[in-house]
């Protein structure tokens, strides 16, 4: 199975970032040239096996796909934090890693899953009722709704206030709902990639997406009523 | 769902496309100069787990990948119990609480 998400490269891509590091030994150096020079599977091999440095060779080549990921999942603050947690829990569960799909699958269901994770955190811990939309974000709206052509459509999806619209609408989804909605209609991916990357099976993501999709209509219907014109 | 308003439908259609094109356009972000030594200072703090041993089966993947064999039989035995005439009598007793002379009859009689 295909899965997106930007994942489409070798898996021998060539590390640019020295494999331990300038200060540690010359032997580990030499291993870590090799390292470089082996398949993700085998360098898993290698730190499951106890060579726990050779994991940051893995941190070199797939640091930019999960940055990718959690940064259309988290607020910009919190995709640093969160994209550690996605390495960390990769590295402390390497071993369930089974070499049935590729490693930059495995870990792109662990980067989705971790950003789950996240917002059911998020929604657990908020203390502040959802806010409304902001009067700038009411203004992208009304402008969208009035702009016939669609020569600046690129400018209006760009623009500040598309975002505070956007995480606007997500937040008032649940976690699940979020979640999906994110993967199926945001980022195109079809019920059987999302289920995959979730670990959900296909039923629950088709009943899932159907719920979200009515809720966000429901609230871009609202907006629409509210600041569209006739 | 049916639409209803057309032009409604429209307003709806062009905001979604609008805010989908906001979320494809959010541009990567890319992580701070000291973001991997963080990560590996955090990674260097935990352990891998271990690759379970060859041959050995996880119990708890064992209770699940047999839960739908087991709910089969245990439909399957229940609807051959009661299609049974004997049972009848166990049946009703179970279902309506009657004394448990009755329950202990019916089941010397199977």
């Known amino acids: ?230 | 769902m049916k639409p209803s308003n057309p032009a409604r439908e429209e307003k709806i259609r062009k905001l979604f496309e609008h805010l989908q094109a906001a979320h494809r356009s959010r541009p990567a972000p890319e992580a701070g100069p000291s973001w991997r030594a963080g990560l590996m200072r955090a990674v260097s703090r935990s352990r891998p787990s271990e690759r379970p041993a060859a041959g050995s089966f996880p119990l708890d993947r064992l209770v699940w990948r047999t839960a739908m064999a087991a709910s089969l039989v245990a439909c399957l035995l229940v609807g051959y119990l009661l299609a049974q005439p004997e049972s009848a009598d166990l049946v009703a007793s179970l279902l309506f609480d009657d004394p448990a002379e009755t329950l202990v009859a019916s089941l010397s009689d199977l």
């Open chain 1, 1 to 230: 199975m295909a899965v997106r998400l930007g994942f489409g490269y070798a898996s021998r891509t060539p590390a640019s970032v020295s494999f331990l590091g300038g200060s540690r030994g010359g032997r580990e150096d030499v291993a870590g040239s090799m390292a470089q020079a082996l398949t993700d599977a085998e360098i898993v091999r290698l730190v499951v096996e106890g060579k726990t440095d050779a994991f940051e060779t893995l941190v070199t080549r797939h640091q930019a796909q999960v940055f990718k990921i959690v940064g259309r999942h988290v607020p910009r603050a919190q995709v640093e934090e969160v994209a550690q947690d996605v390495f960390v829990r990769a590295f402390t569960s390497l071993a369930t890693f089974s070499e049935r799909a590729p490693f930059h699958h495995w870990l792109a269901s662990l980067a989705v899953r971790t950003c789950y994770g996240f917002w059911r955190e998020a929604y657990r811990s908020r203390e502040t009722p959802m806010s409304a939309l902001s009067e700038e974000g009411q203004k992208w709206v009304e402008h969208v709704l009035t702009v016939q052509a669609d020569r600046s459509f690129h400018q209006q999806a760009a623009a500040q206030e598309a975002q505070t619209v956007l995480h606007w609408a997500l937040d008032q989804l649940s976690p699940e709902n979020r979640t999906v909605l994110t993967l199926v209609y945001l980022e195109g991916l079809s019920v059987r990639e999302a289920a995959a990357l979730l670990g959900w099976s296909q039923v629950n993501v088709k009943v899932r997406a159907h719920r979200a999709r009515l809720r966000l209509r429901t609230l871009l219907l609202g907006l629409a009523e509210e600041r569209g014109t006739p």
